[in-house]
């Protein structure tokens, strides 16, 4: 599985933004995407996470409300809006897969270690 990351950028304080994630290579429809992002000094943190199937959606409590995960299945492209962005939002979002069946037990799609794809990170900065 091979995974692109586009869409980021440089926005003000309560613009919207979305970030895309392109899957290529073995069939995507048993894995599970997400988005987590890092910044500078610190730890890459879970955002949103999409199953294939669509049966998984969950958000971090930071992202509810402002950010909405989706797939585009034909496009095989995940796509992640961001809206009301905060400076505190800035960082670099990162998409990952796994296969659901190495992430089975409830939530393990938030931790980082479970995800074996990675896309190469793409800039989002919020200005105040």
């Known amino acids: 599985v091979q995974l692109q990351a586009s869409g980021g950028g440089l926005v003000q304080a309560g613009d919207s933004l979305r970030v895309s994630c392109e899957v290529s290579?073995?069939?995507?429809?048993?894995?599970?995407m997400a988005w987590f992002r890092q910044a500078p000094g610190t730890e890459r943190e879970f955002v949103s996470v999409?199953?294939?199937?669509?049966?998984?959606?969950d958000y971090a409590d930071s992202a509810k409300g402002r950010f909405t995960i989706s797939s585009d299945n034909s496009k095989n492209t995940v796509n992640l809006q961001l809206t009301s962005l905060k400076p505190e939002d800035s960082a670099v979002y990162y998409c990952?897969?796994?296969?659901?069946?190495?992430?089975?037990?409830?939530?393990?799609?938030?931790?980082?270690?479970?995800?074996?794809?990675w896309g190469q990170g793409t800039l989002v900065t919020v200005s105040s």
């Open positions: 290579g073995r069939a995507a429809k048993d894995v599970m």
């Open positions: 999409i199953s294939w199937n669509g049966e998984i959606i």
């Open positions: 990952a897969a796994v296969y659901q069946e190495y992430c089975s037990e409830p939530g393990c799609y938030r931790d980082s270690l479970q995800y074996h794809y």
